[in-house]
């Protein structure tokens, strides 16, 4: 779905204009343009914006895509799922007691919502890691 990158929760000004700046309009636009680790890293040589904040960025873009998740993003944002591994490792009754905890019974969603959030993170898992660093050792 196409978003202004304002939607995105924390994403400042400053960073909405660099990235504006290099042509990346919308969350779908970023989403492409981010979701593999070498495209960050020049993404991030371009822009001034540092590639784990490119990352936790190109995150919630996928986290977006999921369907009927973006009503209740926020709360599973505060619930420490935050990217497509993260959703797809919960239990699907745990998840949903945590969220009637958060909410109550009134407007939560149903347990079948949530199976079929966890059940698109692995389709919608499109955002390569980060390659860890080099070591490179020091002669002494």
């Not at 593999?36 to 991030?44: A, T, Y």
């Not at 977006?64 to 619930?79: A, F």
């Amino acid at each position: 779905m196409y978003r202004t990158l304002e939607y995105l929760p924390g994403i400042s000004d400053d960073d909405v204009g660099r990235l504006r700046a290099v042509g990346i309009r919308h969350t779908n636009q970023f989403l492409h343009r981010a979701s593999l680790d070498i495209d960050r890293r020049r993404l991030s040589r371009r822009t001034g914006i540092t590639t784990n904040r490119l990352l936790e960025f190109v995150n919630q873009c996928t986290m977006l895509e999921v369907s009927g998740m973006d009503r209740w993003l926020p709360l599973v944002r505060r619930l420490g799922i935050n990217s497509m591994p993260d959703l797809r490792a919960q239990d699907a009754k745990t998840l949903h007691a945590r969220l009637l905890e958060a909410i109550g019974l009134a407007g939560a969603p149903s347990i079948s919502d949530v199976q079929y959030w966890i059940s698109q993170a692995t389709a919608l898992d499109i955002v390569e890691p980060p390659e860890p660093e080099k070591v490179v050792p020091v002669i002494t």
